[in-house]
């Protein structure tokens, strides 16, 4: 069971760093992920979606020498056009293995880009809220899709999840790997395998100061 870790500034304990600009949190958000790395998830995804592609660049290359030592691998999130740049100016070996896009920015990316990706080796996952959604990142080529909210999260409060039959359905018409996404936890992680997910990951539990849970849920991973 694959486990990834989606990060999210304003989970961080202290409340205040949604106010803050990056500049002021950064180096406390770069421990968080460090503290993260070091339960040892597959891969985390460097999810900040509001930051500008040079910002964004700047936290990413931060994060990896922060984590250099752990071996958690980073998955770029969205931000294409600044990941054309960074692999333009840096080195292969400093690409990230992987990218994920929410369906926003895919929805700005043409074949073209998503070709392009898989000439250069970069593996990439698109969001699966539906059928349609299934049916578009088939289209485009996805190595892995991530399937939300399947049960209730703060996240999305109000919103009825999809359950695991939501997962069923998906792995019963693809080969795609799916990653289950949406109120994860310990205790519901498995049902989420045995549904046919290839993995989960999760945002809230991960960016907790309390990393007992995500130990508890990475110590799962080989099963």
Known sequence: MRVICITNHDLLPDQKMAEMSYKAWRDTYVDAIDGIAACHPQAIVLREKLLSGIDYTNLYEAVL????????????????????LFMR??????????????????????????RELKREGIRYGLPCHSMIELSDAVRSDADFIAASHIFET????GRKPKGTEFLREITGVTDIPVIALGGINTA???????????GVAVMSLAMREDKSALRELVEMQGS
């Open 154 to 157: 703060e996240c999305k409060r």
């Open 65 to 84: 020498r922060k984590t250099a030592a752990e071996d958690t691998f980073i998955i770029w999130h969205d931000h294409y056009e600044a990941l054309r």
């Open 89 to 114: 100016f840096h080195r292969r070996e400093e690409w990230p293995l992987e990218a994920f896009f929410s369906g926003r920015e895919a929805k700005a990316m043409t074949g073209a880009d998503f």
């Open 188 to 198: 519901n992680a498995v049902s989420c395998t045995e549904a046919g997910a290839a």
